[in-house]
């Protein structure tokens, strides 16, 4: 049998193969394939396990925006508190022997700085991040994708919990949550590279933006899921609304650990270690002259960062994430808090009705990849949603169409404008650069989550109106740096077919 790979197979050596697929080993060896169904059922497996690695992606990573979103529900929590037992000192202190109005619930966010301290934790969270994602991307491509997320993702769900820990052993200290937070957005940094490395190594071209677009509402379902269950808790124990999203995480971290399947050759490497003769014991033992694997002459490297770099589109696109990002991480962070002074409500309500932001993102992010992948022009599609985002971020009675206009350029780069320059013609075949692409691209975007937060903190102290400024300006800046690839893409007489939906980008 001889297999044009690229990669040695040796014999009884199924390769890395997590414990997904013990159910079809036993199911073959018990009933092996015979005339038609050797050739028909592996094709339906493959089939299904691109699904299931499709559903098992997504779930990953809902997890990991679970757990990133209780730091916004809990915000205003932390501050009531410490103005509630204030005003009760004042009116009751009768009833409570000792008590005085330097006395707080919660401390260090019972002073008037309040809102940069909140900023603070933020920017402590997201620098990390960004730092952290440069150097994530570059390891990730040299490390198996199904160990490295499963141990990022364990140690998120322990400084996940850590944090909610503060609560139960009354810690009020500004430092253990500025560690906590930087700790966590480092180890968060292993979860993006890996999971569209791996979405990028199960499914081609075609239809590629509706595929991700689809794939890419995990970051809104996540962060409602995180708003619910946070809000279920944040008025009677703000602590469980960490420990349990830190919970989640961590279980499905061992979930990934037992059934992700990294690469879809694994898959197949497997079906052919099925499919050969086994000996009495049930085992399967190939002579090694049956097996021949051919190599080639210079199997390639995985991409510098430099290399990454000089891809066309990748600075375009990275530039314009950071200030498409900033918008979205601003409302992410801060708009629950918003919501809580500007219209009233407790903790619990403004985070369900935050939610809307995040039900316009599912939308805004399936249909800027089918609009991409119909006219093959991804630049345009993220210039025009960013056109009419601008309006729409200081309308609070638009949360479902901001939502979608906003976050459908921040999806569609991250997942589709990233696997398209990861796999770009210019790599000639190389498909060890999509992680490094992708961690270049969001963590420059990450660098703008890392900065509207930080700013909006500052701002708002001044005034909402001041942070709403801010999101239009950042908006048009992201806009202004895709006019080049957008005149490319309606110029160039080589724009990609919209059957392939990838990045026209030369």
Same mark, same amino acid.
Request: charged share 15%.
């Given at each position: 049998?001889?297999?044009?790979?690229?990669?040695?197979?040796?014999?009884?050596?199924?390769?890395?193969?997590?414990?997904?697929?013990?159910?079809?080993?036993?199911?073959?060896?018990?009933?092996?394939?015979?005339?038609?169904?050797?050739?028909?059922?592996?094709?339906?497996?493959?089939?299904?396990?691109?699904? #299931?690695?499709?559903?098992?992606?997504?779930?990953?990573?809902?997890?990991? $925006?679970?757990?990133?979103?209780?730091?916004?529900?809990?915000?205003? +929590?932390? $501050?009531?508190?410490?103005?509630?037992?204030?005003?009760?000192?004042?009116?009751?202190?009768?009833?409570?022997?000792?008590?005085?109005?330097?006395?707080?619930?919660?401390?260090?966010?019972?002073?008037?700085?309040?809102?940069?301290?909140?900023?603070?934790?933020?920017?402590?969270?997201?620098?990390?991040?960004?730092?952290?994602?440069?150097?994530?991307?570059?390891?990730?491509?040299?490390?198996?994708?199904?160990?490295?997320?499963?141990?990022?993702?364990?140690?998120?769900?322990?400084?996940?919990?850590?944090?909610?820990?503060?609560?139960?052993?009354?810690?009020?200290?500004?430092?253990?949550?500025?560690?906590?937070?930087?700790?966590?957005?480092?180890?968060?940094?292993?979860?993006?590279?890996?999971?569209?490395?791996?979405?990028?190594?199960?499914?081609?071209?075609?239809?590629?933006?509706?595929?991700?677009?689809?794939?890419?509402? $995990?970051?809104?379902?996540?962060?409602?899921?995180?708003?619910?269950?946070?809000?279920?808790?944040?008025?009677?124990?703000?602590?469980?609304? #960490?420990?349990?999203?830190?919970?989640?995480?961590?279980?499905?971290?061992?979930?990934?650990?037992?059934?992700?399947?990294?690469?879809?050759?694994?898959?197949?490497?497997?079906?052919?270690?099925?499919?050969?003769?086994? +000996?009495?014991?049930?085992?399967?033992?190939?002579?090694?002259?049956?097996?021949?694997?051919?190599?080639?002459?210079?199997?390639?490297?995985?991409?510098?960062?430099?290399?990454?770099?000089?891809?066309? %589109?990748?600075? +375009?696109?990275?530039?314009?994430?950071?200030?498409?990002?900033?918008?979205?991480?601003?409302?992410?962070?801060?708009?629950?808090?918003?919501?809580?002074?500007?219209? $009233?409500?407790?903790?619990?309500?403004?985070?369900?009705?935050?939610?809307?932001?995040?039900? %316009?993102?599912?939308?805004?992010?399936?249909?800027?990849?089918?609009?991409?992948?119909?006219?093959?022009?991804?630049?345009?599609?993220?210039?025009?949603?960013?056109?009419?985002?601008?309006?729409?971020?200081?309308?609070?009675?638009?949360?479902?169409?901001?939502?979608?206009?906003?976050?459908?350029?921040?999806?569609?780069?991250?997942?589709?404008?990233?696997?398209?320059?990861?796999?770009?013609?210019?790599?000639?075949?190389?498909?060890?650069?999509?992680?490094?692409?992708?961690?270049?691209?969001?963590?420059?975007?990450?660098?703008?989550?890392?900065?509207?937060?930080?700013?909006?903190?500052?701002?708002?102290?001044?005034?909402?109106?001041?942070?709403?400024?801010?999101?239009?300006?950042?908006?048009?800046?992201?806009?202004?740096?895709?006019?080049?690839?957008?005149?490319?893409?309606?110029?160039?007489?080589?724009?990609?077919?919209?059957?392939?939906?990838?990045?026209?980008?030369?």
């Amino acid at each position: 049998m001889t297999l044009n790979t690229g990669e040695p197979v040796g014999p009884c050596d199924p390769g890395r193969i997590p414990l997904a697929l013990t159910p079809i080993h036993r199911l073959l060896r018990e009933n092996p394939l015979e005339g038609g169904d050797v050739v028909s059922s592996p094709s339906d497996l493959l089939i299904w396990y691109r699904a #299931f690695t499709f559903s098992l992606t997504f779930l990953l990573y809902t997890s990991f $925006h679970l757990s990133r979103k209780p730091i916004s529900i809990v915000k205003s +929590e932390l $501050h009531k508190n410490c103005s509630a037992l204030m005003d009760l000192s004042t009116t009751s202190s009768s009833q409570l022997p000792g008590f005085t109005d330097t006395d707080c619930s919660w401390k260090p966010f019972d002073k008037s700085n309040y809102k940069q301290l909140l900023g603070a934790m933020d920017y402590s969270f997201l620098c990390a991040y960004a730092v952290g994602m440069y150097l994530s991307g570059i390891i990730g491509e040299r490390l198996p994708i199904r160990l490295y997320l499963s141990v990022g993702m364990l140690m998120s769900g322990l400084f996940t919990c850590l944090f909610g820990l503060g609560y139960v052993y009354n810690i009020h200290s500004l430092s253990f949550y500025i560690f906590v937070q930087v700790a966590n957005g480092l180890v968060q940094t292993t979860g993006w590279p890996s999971v569209v490395t791996c979405i990028g190594n199960w499914f081609g071209k075609g239809r590629r933006g509706l595929i991700m677009g689809i794939w890419n509402s $995990h970051t809104s379902v996540g962060n409602i899921l995180g708003s619910l269950i946070a809000g279920y808790w944040v008025s009677s124990n703000w602590g469980l609304s #960490f420990i349990v999203p830190g919970v989640i995480i961590a279980v499905m971290g061992v979930v990934c650990f037992l059934f992700l399947i990294e690469r879809k050759r694994f898959f197949i490497f497997t079906l052919i270690h099925l499919l050969l003769p086994q +000996e009495d014991g049930g085992s399967v033992c190939v002579p090694v002259q049956q097996l021949v694997v051919v190599k080639s002459e210079s199997e390639p490297s995985a991409i510098s960062f430099m290399g990454a770099l000089r891809i066309p %589109g990748v600075i +375009e696109f990275s530039l314009c994430l950071l200030f498409a990002k900033l918008v979205s991480y601003t409302f992410l962070f801060w708009l629950p808090l918003y919501i809580t002074k500007a219209a $009233h409500l407790d903790a619990k309500k403004a985070g369900d009705l935050s939610t809307l932001f995040d039900v %316009g993102g599912i939308v805004g992010g399936i249909l800027a990849g089918v609009i991409s992948d119909k006219l093959g022009k991804r630049a345009t599609t993220c210039a025009v949603m960013l056109l009419l985002a601008a309006p729409t971020v200081s309308l609070m009675c638009m949360l479902v169409v901001c939502g979608g206009l906003v976050n459908g350029p921040y999806a569609l780069i991250t997942t589709a404008v990233s696997a398209d320059l990861g796999t770009h013609k210019s790599l000639k075949g190389n498909s060890r650069a999509l992680s490094t692409v992708t961690a270049i691209i969001d963590g420059t975007g990450s660098v703008g989550a890392a900065i509207g937060p930080l700013l909006a903190g500052v701002l708002s102290s001044r005034g909402w109106d001041q942070v709403f400024y801010m999101l239009m300006a950042a908006d048009f800046l992201a806009l202004l740096l895709l006019l080049r690839l957008v005149a490319k893409e309606l110029t160039s007489a080589n724009v990609v077919k919209p059957r392939s939906g990838s990045t026209s980008v030369e």
